[in-house]
């Protein structure tokens, strides 16, 4: 699985050090923005200052080999400003499940070097994104993992709320009732490629809690760039779930929380007998007039899951 978290409190150099240490590898810098540590026992992981305009000026001044005193001034001062309100990234590389604690311990490392997340100011609107590789891209398989993901999306809200400063900054649109509507009926068995178009027709976008695009690139490329030309979207056989807060500060917070959570929407889609009753009961309730109630539906789909995990 990888994983992509944000966060502020400390310098790129000091967190190429801590993955190091960690993990070994070496460092590389790409520019004063983004840092690789290459060939670490998981692979290559990627640092960078989360923001295009800057990584793009720190790359074009890194090219030209030399800058006026006055370019070199702006771009540290626009440098210092991105700091402040720009998190930094993390990309790890894929990690199997049963080394995800040595992810939690690189953390631990960064949380006690000054780490900060969501929870250290309300301009933070920082997040963490899980990218679970599927077991197969069959149709059946992709639907059935959608399913319970829209299903316990509300659930999952109310797991982790969103922070005030995501409220300000849109963290992500939710799925349109229409496309609830159209895909948890029993009915809609779809071929591979009337999923992938019914789902760029409803969601033309990147901008989702559990954003497809990347899979249904990995799974027919042609297609979807057809329909989506967005260089950010890269093809892999993951899902890209994008969780509200990034907790890294907080020394109550574990990965193995938001990881537990995400096991309910993976066990919920192995079992089609109880993934059916909730859907059934999902739909009903979206059809309702409490359907606003997030914390109505959620209390009720806790019901549904697997008590051990939560």
């Keep these: 699985m990888g994983v992509e978290i944000e966060f502020t409190g400390m310098d790129m150099p000091e967190i190429a050090q801590c993955?190091?240490?960690?993990?070994?590898g070496e460092i590389q810098r790409g520019s004063e923005y983004e840092y690789t540590v290459a060939n670490t026992e998981f692979g290559d992981f990627g640092i960078e200052l989360d923001s295009a305009y800057i990584k793009r000026l720190g790359r074009?001044?890194?090219?030209?080999?030399?800058?006026?005193?006055?370019?070199?001034?702006?771009?540290?001062?626009?440098?210092?400003?991105?700091?402040?309100?720009?998190?930094f990234e993390i990309v790890a590389p894929?990690?199997?499940?049963?080394?995800?604690?040595?992810?939690?311990?690189?953390?631990?490392?960064?949380?006690?070097?000054g780490a900060e997340g969501t929870q250290a100011s309300a301009k933070n609107a920082f997040g963490l994104q899980l990218n679970p590789e599927m077991p197969d891209c069959e149709a059946d398989t992709i639907l059935n993992y959608l399913r319970a993901f829209l299903c316990l999306y509300e659930?999952?809200?109310?797991?982790?709320?969103?922070?005030?400063?995501?409220?300000?900054?849109?963290?992500?649109?939710?799925f349109k009732r229409e496309y609830l509507r159209h895909v948890l009926v029993p009915d809609y068995?779809?071929?591979?490629g009337t999923l992938i178009d019914d789902y760029i027709h409803f969601n033309p976008t990147r901008n989702r809690a559990l954003d497809l695009l990347p899979l249904f690139a990995h799974v027919d490329e042609e297609r979807l760039r057809a329909k989506i030309d967005d260089p950010r979207v890269k093809a892999r056989p993951t899902l890209h779930y994008r969780l509200p807060n990034s907790l890294i500060g907080d020394p109550q917070w574990g990965l193995i929380h938001?990881?537990?959570?995400?096991?309910?929407?993976?066990?919920?889609?192995?079992?089609?007998?109880?993934?059916?009753a909730v859907c059934r009961h999902y739909r009903e309730h979206i059809e309702s007039a409490t359907s606003?109630?997030?914390?109505?539906?959620?209390?009720?789909?806790?019901l549904h899951l697997i008590p051990e995990l939560l």
Excluded: C, H
Aim: net charge negative; charged share 30%.
């Design 19 to 24: 993955i190091t240490e960690q993990f070994g």
């Design 60 to 87: 074009e001044r890194e090219e030209a080999g030399q800058a006026s005193e006055f370019e070199e001034l702006t771009e540290s001062l626009v440098g210092l400003v991105a700091r402040q309100l720009v998190p």
């Design 94 to 113: 894929p990690v199997e499940i049963s080394q995800l604690w040595r992810l939690e311990d690189l953390f631990l490392m960064l949380r006690k070097e």
């Design 155 to 174: 659930w999952l809200i109310w797991r982790s709320p969103v922070d005030f400063s995501r409220r300000l900054t849109s963290y992500t649109d939710p």
């Design 189 to 192: 068995q779809p071929d591979i």
């Design 258 to 276: 938001p990881w537990r959570d995400w096991l309910q929407v993976e066990a919920l889609a192995a079992d089609t007998t109880r993934l059916n």
């Design 292 to 302: 606003g109630l997030f914390s109505d539906w959620a209390q009720r789909v806790s």
